[in-house]
């Protein structure tokens, strides 16, 4: 699965930028969260959920990541690095933000990468535990 290589691949630069090889590299250092390739792009998931991937919509602009995050701490990011992180209409409703690959060092895309399997993880807990909660009984509910 070479193919999607040679469309996505940027060059890292000297000040320690990134490319999509690297948010693949750094996601497979993160607990449970497994990379995968198409011709559209990389993604992240953890657990099936998605953490980040190539921003395919038309509206992003090329050699950028989607990453998932909550409302405050993406509008904290675009609000203190309006440079490295962006937002198009498209996006705006889902708790996500548009990484600028060419703008971000390798440690704070890491950094970016771990918060957002977080949120995701915390989601998937969520999700779990309103499952469990209708699974159980009235009596068994009030138990836990």
């Not at 699965?1 to 690297?22: E, N, Q």
């Not at 159980?136 to 009030?142: F, I, L």
Request: charge should be positive.
């Amino acid at each position: 699965m070479i193919f999607w290589r040679a469309a996505l691949k940027t060059t890292p630069t000297h000040h320690g930028k990134v490319d999509f090889d690297t948010v693949l590299e750094l996601g497979a250092l993160l607990p449970e969260v497994k990379a995968s390739c198409s011709n559209r792009g990389v993604a992240l998931k953890l657990k099936g959920q998605l953490v980040a991937c190539t921003a395919i919509n038309p509206s992003a602009e090329p050699n950028s990541l989607m990453v998932c995050l909550d409302f405050p701490a993406r509008d904290t990011l675009l609000e203190k690095q309006p440079d490295t992180y962006y937002m198009t209409p498209h996006y705006r409703g889902y708790a996500t933000v548009l990484v600028r690959l060419a703008k971000i060092g390798r440690s704070k895309l890491r950094n970016l990468l771990e918060q957002a399997a977080q949120f995701v993880g915390a989601q998937n807990t969520k999700k779990t535990a309103k499952k469990t909660s209708r699974r159980a009984g009235p009596d068994e509910s009030r138990r836990s």
